[in-house]
């Protein structure tokens, strides 16, 4: 699977081409997804590798994170259940939730996020509360709905300190954050909250897009993971009264859910699945030290029975499995036409594709096609019109737009132009 996809996907191939413009002393994020500070701190050195080895520096950085993230999901879960049954049962559930594996498979952050944020948890657990703070920052330089467990730590550290040293790792850290997602979109766009505005875009069948919003994230989230990993997190509460850890680390997931589901109801976030990954983890974890407990408590003939309900799980394990197999086959497929495009450019030639008015391609091509082609986002369109360029996927609905004649069409792309 490491080895399977080449290509990062959509809002990965934007933090390349911002890293790359950074590199090159200038900054224009109109036309990008949502601004993220800590991938784009990367993509920066990494663009001096080139395009192709920029990516392949990236993806890296990705799978080691998601890789990393079932190493300190198993530690976290073993530490809090004592045993190393509640850690294998955690970082199987983390591995086995919803688009989890595929999205750090192919650039996404959530698998850095999901380290950083359970490694913050065990740091504190271990008594070494500015280093989980420095962990929490760097989740908070992944997704916002993380500041506001990032700011109440941070206030518990400085109650607890009370000092100026602490003072001023807290709220320099703290301003550091805000001006990390706020000033770059305002160097690139004129407006620090672009960002905002551009995750407000209504994506159809999304969460966010329901009637009743907040009630459409969890619903939605609710598919993550198994109905076995919520039990097992709900046999965890069971030891909660005399565990606060658990139960901290319950209303934290809670806390994170509800940020996300506020977001899709007033703002209009999106509300997806990737948004919910990391209140999902926590669960993964809770999970883990839940079916321990169960287990270190059950003896003989029960034990035998535990195990052979484990197996009747089986079948709706493969069904899963099945599910997952069918999103990989779409996944592979759009890693093979992404693949194939620097090789269709070479042939098709730059000069003849950006000769013709404005380009056009699909929604979910923009950023790999201003990247290929080391153009702004701004600069590719979705609504083709003339005079104008299409370059985009064979399948796609652009094919045939009126006025627009073929002129190369290969296996996986094809380019169009009024011209």
């Known amino acids: 699977m490491l080895l399977v996809f080449h290509e990062a996907t959509y809002d990965p191939t934007a933090w390349l081409i911002w890293g790359r413009q950074i590199a090159g002393g200038t900054l224009d994020t109109v036309g990008g997804p949502t601004w993220k ?42 530490r809090l259940g004592g045993s190393r049954v ?8 983390l591995l086995l939730a919803a688009e989890y594996q595929l999205n750090w498979l192919r ?15 065990l740091r504190h657990l271990d008594g070494h509360r500015r280093q989980a703070f420095g962990c929490a920052a760097a989740a908070a330089l992944m997704r916002p709905d993380v500041w506001p467990l990032f700011g109440l730590y941070g206030l518990w550290l400085l109650w607890r300190a009370r000092d100026l040293r602490t003072a001023a790792l807290v709220f320099g850290a ?37 009637d009743r919003a907040f009630f459409g994230v969890f619903a939605n989230g609710a598919q993550s993971l198994s109905y076995g990993v919520y039990a097992g997190a709900v046999l965890s509460l069971v030891v909660a009264p005399r565990d606060r850890r658990l139960v ?25 699945l990737r948004y919910v990954t990391l209140p999902a983890s926590l669960v993964c974890v809770l999970s883990g030290v839940g079916w321990a407990w169960l287990a270190g408590r059950l003896r003989g003939r029960a034990r035998v029975g535990l195990a052979v309900a484990a197996l009747a799980a089986v079948p709706g394990v493969a069904l899963s499995v099945d599910r997952y197999g069918e999103d990989v086959d779409r996944a592979y497929a759009t890693d093979r036409r992404l693949s194939a495009l620097p090789g269709f450019i070479e042939r098709a030639g730059r000069e003849e594709i950006l000769g013709c008015g404005r ?13 290929r082609l ?10 083709p019109a003339a005079p104008g360029t299409i370059l ?28």
């Open 374 to 383: 080391d153009i702004l986002q701004r600069d590719v369109g979705i609504r």
């Open 107 to 121: 650039g996404n952050s959530e698998g850095l996020l999901v380290m950083f944020s359970l490694l913050a948890v």
């Open 248 to 272: 901290a680390l319950a209303a934290g997931a809670t806390m994170l859910m509800c940020v996300v589901a506020a977001g899709a109801t007033g703002p209009g976030f999106t509300g997806s």
């Open 174 to 210: 703290g301003g550091a954050v805000l001006a990390s997602w706020l000033v770059p979109e305002y160097i690139g766009s004129g407006d620090f909250f672009r960002g905002v505005t551009r995750a407000q875009e209504v994506v159809p069948g999304s969460p966010g897009s329901a």
């Open 37 to 78: 500070p800590l991938p784009v701190l990367l993509t920066t050195p990494f663009s001096l590798a080139g395009d192709s080895g920029a990516m392949w520096l990236w993806l890296v950085v990705a799978r080691v994170g998601g890789l990393l993230s079932l190493i300190v999901a198993y530690r976290l879960a073993a």
């Open 392 to 419: 985009d996927a064979t399948d796609s609905p652009l094919e045939g737009s009126p006025g627009f004649v073929r002129k190369l069409r290969e296996s996986q792309w094809t380019l169009q132009s009024t011209c």
């Open 86 to 93: 509640a850690g294998v049962v955690a970082a199987v559930a």
């Open 359 to 371: 380009l056009y391609t699909g929604p979910f091509s923009t950023q790999v096609v201003a990247y």
